[in-house]
């Protein structure tokens, strides 16, 4: 331990040996805050404080799974695998379980994703006859979210004369009524909804002191990082759970606090010397991550902003490239720029593209950039669009799986009783769904016993309903044998789930296909990461879990060379070296919508700063002079934060003087690319992008160095390794995602079920199905 701990400087030391108490670490960017929380959880074992004492509060799990890695090379893994840590989600889901049937939920819940609350939401609507052009679903859902971010339940609302005025003006007189239906609907579909997970663990902890003092013991430890962005509902279940030994470490910095616009709070951080006896307050203040001009120019734009802790963040890392400024035409213009640039950094400095990201305020702006990361053949991926577990043809399959494990999920029933189409209409789903709520039974209970039901169906119809019910309860009788990733294939393929695909033929319904594959890859993976589950149904309640609360950014790898594209919101916490902040423009960042108090746009400017903060060596600010917005041309300001950065660490790149520094980049080296090529790239994108990183343009073969067209050479050879049916013989060694290096021991099967046998060095001998196992021969 001692070894590890001379890895912080004096300043981060203090709060990680505090052993016991309160204490809150406020600190600017990059100056070890998250690396003081991963060591102090390190700290507290090696002091004897047990694994399973300690709680640790991510925002992301992707982070968490960091953390935990870090945390197992210090004190090793054996023990790291007892801890607690995660989002606030996905670590209260998991008490949910154990704990929910206080409140009335089967252990076996579902959790609704947003589409799903918005579709339930959305018939609510319907069936209550309203104006769906007034009762926006979205609208009704964030209204309905931020009821229960706030602890105001269907209960509180009724009796809160202001908020139901409010709705009453904003022309939604039935709010509390639709509030009241959904909370109802999720109820008896044995669901909750991702505010829900937060909710239900305050009532639980408030209503039931027994379950409160249990996990007030367990976790005689908290821990919690970008505490600035916690909700109100968060803040509570913290406070609660911490009351009783008061042993909380808490760090975060408000001038990062970019989550208002969904209830955080950013008083949370500034009372929290007042929630708890003996706070120790710490501060960091040297910035491990940039170069000086991105601190400096970091910290002269956060002075603007008249709320604020007053705070010194320096560093003595190099000086480094001034903050690059750069004027676009057009918002293509500014795409083309931006995959230039990441272009010629990379043959420069030979960089990976995994070091590059671009950071914008809106999703829709990625678009452009896309197109121009096409065109240079720069593989690329988008953080936070629809992730890969939302989308329509894996939600199919996982509604199946949620079917088996809750047969009164609505959504998933609604989803799939007649998908594939098998002869159930609109009418008679809606005719079930008047049966259920008048027998107060759940639409799965009436179709089992459709024969006593009061309802006006044909024969034909009645049989259709029986046999779909019949096929479900089948799933569920082989759930309690087989393991996950065979439940799933045999659904895929019994219920003609694949053979509809298959038979679209288009490259959108291949891509389709081979994302299936792909969820049932990834079920085989984490069947196989849990063979020590003895009950198989826990194994697919626990996929589905996983599943609902995984983020987009969970599913990344992190072995995966591509450019990160995504929202700043998505970027906190993370760090690259090169950072292109694109669309700095008046009415879009600042956003146009956050420009009305003084409070809106300075919470714009605490994410200009996470963004620029962001970057390690070079920063780049991007705007355009015109750009495309609901489908209109729209002239453009700079944005202000521009100017509000001391002028002394920018260096503003005009197009002309940018092609006098590099003649290299002007478009025309390369020439488009076919527009055919384009067309059918956009198609299939998601598996394709992968594959463009093999085979580079004629152009670019030509002008590449020797030494890197070697690099990119190995790289495209190691991607083509990627075995298929046959190509494997024993005695081969063979590399695994997530096992690592292995030898083959023995192969049998044959077509798509060949399985090998594998040794691998982690985790001992495990056989896999080849089609999926994603083996590479080494
Ligand atoms: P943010 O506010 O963006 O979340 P942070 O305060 O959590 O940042 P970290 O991510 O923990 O900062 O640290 C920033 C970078 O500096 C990381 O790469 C980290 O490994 C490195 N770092 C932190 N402290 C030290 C140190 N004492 N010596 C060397 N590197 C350090
Ligand atoms: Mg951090």
């Given amino acids: 331990m001692e070894k590890y701990l001379s890895q912080l400087n004096e300043a981060q030391l203090a709060p990680t040996i505090q052993k016991d108490g309160a204490m809150i670490v406020i600190a600017g960017a990059g100056s070890g805050k998250t690396r003081v929380l991963t060591f102090r959880i390190a700290y507290l074992m090696s002091q004897g404080v047990d694994s399973f004492n300690i709680l ?40 949910l379980r154990f704990e929910g049937h206080h409140l009335g939920f089967p252990s076996n819940f579902t ?3 947003t589409q799903d609350s918005q579709r339930l939401m959305g018939s609510i609507i319907k069936e209550m006859g309203l104006d769906k052009d007034v009762y926006k679903t979205k609208q009704v859902y964030s209204r309905i979210s931020s009821y229960k971010n706030s602890l105001v339940t269907v209960k509180a609302y009724f009796k809160n004369p202001e908020l ?54 367990k976790f005689r430890y908290i821990l919690v990082d970008e505490y600035q962005d916690t909700n109100h509902s968060q803040y509570l279940i913290v406070r609660a759970l911490a009351d009783r030994f008061q042993n909380i470490c808490v760090v975060g910095d408000d001038a990062q606090s970019i989550y208002a616009f969904r209830g955080a709070n950013i008083n949370n951080i500034l009372n929290f010397q007042k929630d708890y006896d003996d706070v120790k307050l710490y ?24 709320t604020k802790l007053e705070k010194v963040v320096w560093t003595s890392n190099e000086e480094g490239p001034k903050v690059v400024v750069h004027r676009s035409l057009t918002d293509g213009d500014e795409g083309r720029f931006v995959a230039s640039s990441i272009f010629e950094n990379k043959m420069q400095h030979q960089m990976p593209n995994s070091d590059f990201a671009i950071l914008y305020r809106t999703n829709a702006q990625s678009r452009a950039m896309e197109d121009a990361l096409r065109k240079r053949e720069i593989p690329y991926r988008i953080y936070g669009g629809l992730s890969f577990y939302q989308r329509k043809e894996i939600k199919d399959v996982l509604a199946y799986l949620r079917l088996v494990i809750n047969p009164a999920d609505e959504e ?9 189409a098998r002869g159930i209409g609109q009418t008679t ?6 049966a259920a709520n008048g027998y107060k039974k759940t639409i799965f209970e009436v179709l089992k016993n459709i024969d006593k039901v009061d309802i006006k169906i044909n024969g034909g119809t009645r049989n259709k309903l029986k046999d779909f019910a019949t096929l479900i309860e089948s799933f569920q009788v082989m759930n309690q044998t087989a393991n996950a990733f065979d439940l799933a294939e045999y659904i895929t393929k019994t219920t003609g789930l694949l053979k509809e695909l298959n038979k679209d033929g288009t490259p959108e319904g291949v891509v389709k296909l081979e994302n299936v594959e792909e969820l049932l ?12 589950l003895a009950d198989a149904s826990d194994s697919l309640a626990e996929f589905l879990e996983d599943v609902a609360l995984a983020t987009d950014m969970d599913s990344d790898k992190g072995d995966e060379n591509h450019v990160a594209l995504m929202t700043i919101h998505l970027a906190k916490g993370l760090e690259f070296s090169h950072v292109y902040i694109v669309g700095l423009e008046e009415d879009l960042f600042p956003s146009g919508m956050s420009m009305n108090t003084r409070s809106e746009l300075e919470e714009e400017r605490r994410l200009f700063y996470v963004a620029l903060t962001r970057a390690e060596k070079q920063a780049y600010l991007t705007y355009a002079l015109s750009r495309y917005r609901w489908g209109k041309l729209i002239d453009s300001d700079p944005s202000r934060f521009i100017e509000e950065i001391d002028e002394q660490y920018v260096e503003n790149l005009t197009p002309i003087e940018e092609r006098r520094i590099n003649p290299m980049l002007s478009e025309d080296i390369f020439g488009d690319a076919p527009p055919n090529k384009i067309r059918f790239k956009k198609a299939v994108q998601p598996k394709l992008q992968k594959k463009s990183n093999k085979k580079e343009p004629e152009n670019f073969k030509l002008s590449v160095p020797k030494k890197l ?31 690592g290096k292995g030898e083959v021991l023995k192969i049998d099967g044959k077509g798509g079920d060949i399985k090998a046998e594998i040794r691998f060095e982690v985790g001992g001998v495990k056989k896999l199905l080849l089609r999926f196992a994603k083996l590479k021969i080494i």
């Fill in 56 to 95: 640790a509060l991510t925002f992301t799990n992707k982070a968490a799974k960091e953390m935990k890695g870090r945390i197992a090379e210090i004190v090793g893994s054996g023990e790291a695998k007892n801890l607690w840590m995660g989002t606030f989600h996905s670590v209260f889901a998991k008490i």
């Fill in 111 to 113: 959790i609704y994703d």
């Fill in 164 to 217: 139901m005025e409010a709705d009453a003006m904003a022309r939604r007189p039935k709010m509390g009524e639709i509030y009241a239906e959904y909370v109802d609907r999720c109820f008896k579909a044995g669901s909750m909804d991702f505010d829900d997970l937060l909710l239900r663990t305050n009532e639980l902890l408030t209503r039931f002191p027994a379950v409160l003092a249990k996990y007030q013991d």
């Fill in 283 to 306: 501060r960091l203040e040297q910035n491990y991550r940039s170069t000086k001009n991105i601190v400096n120019a970091a910290n002269s734009v956060i002075e603007h902003n008249q």
């Fill in 412 to 420: 998933a029933l609604k989803r799939v009783i007649n998908y594939p």
């Fill in 429 to 434: 789903i809606d005719r079930l769904m008047v």
């Fill in 521 to 532: 890859n990834g079920i085989k993976d984490f069947v196989e990461g849990q063979l020590e």
């Fill in 709 to 739: 067209k070697k690099v990119e050479k190995t790289a495209a050879t190691a991607e083509n390794t990627n075995l298929f049916d046959g190509e494997l013989a024993v005695g081969n060694f063979v590399k695994h995602l997530r096992f």
